[in-house]
């Protein structure tokens, strides 16, 4: 069972910038879709942004332009660039990784994110 570690969270100001780690225990060269969600009090979970394995890349519309994801396979690492950080992006951001021939899914213990001045 692979797991996932999340990293980088922390406190920062509006307009400011955080990368967000997904550090994973084995291989993801095997998943077919990786992707970051985020989960703010008293709101449901939702999806931030994936990435397949073929580099291809989806966000929500709330983060287009502002936000990146990237994965290195050599360093089994997905990535989450956050850049013009607004209050409204303060949420617990988890990783989740997705294997689609055996349904196989798994999430991260997930990472605080606080955008406060």
């Known amino acids: 069972q692979v797991q996932l570690v999340e990293s980088g969270g922390g406190l920062v100001q509006p307009g400011g910038s955080l990368r967000l780690s997904c550090a994973a225990s084995g291989s993801i060269f095997s998943f077919n879709r990786m992707g970051w969600h985020r989960q703010a009090p008293g709101k449901q979970r939702e999806l931030v942004a994936t990435?397949?394995?073929?580099?291809?890349?989806k966000y929500a519309d709330s983060v287009k332009g502002r936000f990146t994801i990237s994965r290195d396979n050599a360093k089994d690492t997905v990535y989450l660039q956050m850049n013009f950080l607004k209050p409204e992006d303060t949420a617990v951001y988890y990783c989740?990784?997705?294997?689609?021939?055996?349904?196989?899914?798994?999430w991260g213990q997930g990472t605080q994110v606080t955008v406060s001045s």
């Open positions: 989740n990784a997705e294997r689609w021939w055996d349904k196989y899914n798994v």
């Open positions: 990435i397949n394995s073929g580099d291809s890349t």
